[in-house]
Nanobody, 123 residues
Framework: VQLQASGGGLARIGGSLRLSCVSS????????MGWFRQPPAKEREFVGT????????SYADSVKGRFTISRDNAINTVYLQMDTLKPEDTAVYYC?????????????????WGQGTLVTVSS
C-alpha cells in the first residue's frame, strides 16, 4: 500500500489549505486513517483520525474547531481541511493508514505512512 499526500504549500495566517491523501489500494477503505505532523525541530504529533466509515473522528486539541477530516472511500481518499491557519501549524503533514477500522491517535496503530507534504504558514 502506498499513500500519496498532496496539497501542502504556503498559506497566510488565517488562511486555508486542504490536504489530500490517496491510497493505492482499495483495502484502505476498511481501515482508519490518520493525519500527523512534524513541526521543524520537533517530534511528530497527532493531528486527527477518522474511522473506516467516518463514524468516529477525533482531533488534537491544538487543531480542534479549525481542522476537519473527511474521507471518500469510493476514491480511496482522505482529506484534511485546515482553516484559520496559525504559524504554529507549520509542519510536514503525514497521512497514515491504521491497522484496524477504529480511529486512533497512537502512531503505533498505523502501519502505512505517506511521504509527507510541507505546510508553511506565514504572514
Amino acid at each position: 500500500v502506498q499513500l500519496q499526500a498532496s496539497g501542502g504549500g504556503l498559506a497566510r495566517i488565517g488562511g486555508s489549505l486542504r490536504l489530500s491523501c490517496v491510497s493505492s489500494k482499495r483495502t484502505g477503505t476498511n481501515n482508519a486513517m490518520g493525519w500527523f505532523r512534524q513541526p521543524p525541530a520537533k517530534e511528530r504529533e497527532f493531528v486527527g483520525t477518522i474511522s473506516w466509515n467516518g463514524g468516529t473522528i477525533s482531533y488534537a486539541d491544538s487543531v480542534k474547531g479549525r481542522f476537519t477530516i473527511s474521507r471518500d472511500n469510493a476514491i480511496n481518499t482522505v482529506y484534511l481541511q485546515m482553516d484559520t491557519l496559525k504559524p504554529e501549524d507549520t509542519a510536514v503533514y503525514y497521512c497514515a493508514q491504521g491497522r484496524s477500522s477504529r480511529a486512533t491517535a497512537r502512531p503505533s496503530d498505523y502501519v502505512y505512512w505517506g511521504q509527507g507534504t510541507l505546510v508553511t504558514v506565514s504572514s
